[in-house]
């Protein structure tokens, strides 16, 4: 039932639903000044939430900064959240990566410079119905391809959410005598705040290494700033579900 309610209420905070909202009533409404304050509210909505330097800004004080490769622990447990791949593009001989990527990416290359010994991999269908293949299980057999052996990969594949994630972890810690700490939580840097809290809370105390960041530090055209982008509306979207998710998780206990 919480994960019907989260994906409800995710669709409810997207800022398209807001601006679609905005547009309908501009259309439809019968009175005028009804119409204007909607046609108003579409116009400034599309200049805000599209502007680079405020997105920028905020997300940059919400994600968590990037660790120092050089001065993490050798042998280190990795722990992987997925919410990564395309699980309904055929054919299924392969992973379609979407944005977030980097969570497998940047293990492999923390597992090639020896920061990791051993990988975690979290994650169910993600289904809001439920059924489906497990993304845990698709990544290992990514990670499997890419030389790394089998005996060093665990899954847990039945979680459908961020506390979820944390809770059979830990029960798999408890049955996998083998994987010890110290864990290196790997997830994009946007999620790690709720993420690291909700693990915390379960009593895996992780080394955050956040990654796949939307923001930048520098900019090469000042007009970035100033031109509005539709990619800005859907980084808006991104910022104000964590951020909901991370209140929602706060209140129910979670962190």
Partial sequence: MFFILSKT????????????????????LKHKRGKYIAGVCLILLLVVLGNSLLINTLLRRWEVPPQ?????????????????????KKP?????????????????LLYRKGKIKNIIITGGSGKLLGG???????LKKFLIDCSIPDSLIFIEDQAKNTHENAIYTQALLRKEKIVKPPYLLITSAFHMRRS????TKAGIPCIP??????????VSNPLDYVIPEAKNISSFSILIREMVGYATYFAMGYL
């Fill in 68 to 88: 120092s490769i050089e001065k993490l622990p050798a042998g280190s447990t990795a722990i992987i959240l997925t919410g990564i791949t395309q699980l309904d």
């Fill in 132 to 138: 489906g293949r497990a993304e845990a299980n698709e």
């Fill in 209 to 218: 290494f956040p990654v796949d960041y939307y923001t930048y530090d520098e």
């Fill in 196 to 199: 690291l809290g909700c693990f």
């Fill in 9 to 28: 209420l995710d669709f409810i905070l997207l800022p398209y639903t807001w601006i679609l909202a905005c547009a309908l009533l501009a259309v439809f």
């Fill in 92 to 108: 299924y001989d392969r992973v379609y990566f979407q944005k977030g990527a980097d969570r497998v990416t940047q293990a492999l």
